[in-house]
């Protein structure tokens, strides 16, 4: 839920995403230590809104310089 959460925030604030992202890889982190189940899909979602934010923060200053 925080990795979708990251990818929603990541197009609308950059800063917002990438923390969200770093939230969801830790979270799913934890649960996997706790649970013993595989939560790839959740890793994988929070590092593209890790990704989108990066790539939305390049954009946003490359626009502001030129």
């Not at 990251?6 to 649970?35: D, P, R």
């Not at 595989?38 to 929070?46: G, H, L, N, P, S």
């Amino acid at each position: 839920m925080v990795g979708i959460l990251s990818i929603v925030m990541s197009l609308l604030f950059a800063l917002g995403g990438i923390l969200l992202g770093i939230a969801g890889i830790l979270y799913a982190n934890e649960l996997q230590k706790e649970s013993g189940l595989d939560y790839k899909t959740e890793r994988i979602v929070a590092v593209v809104g890790i990704v989108l934010s990066a790539l939305n923060w390049i954009v946003g200053i490359i626009l502001h310089m030129s």
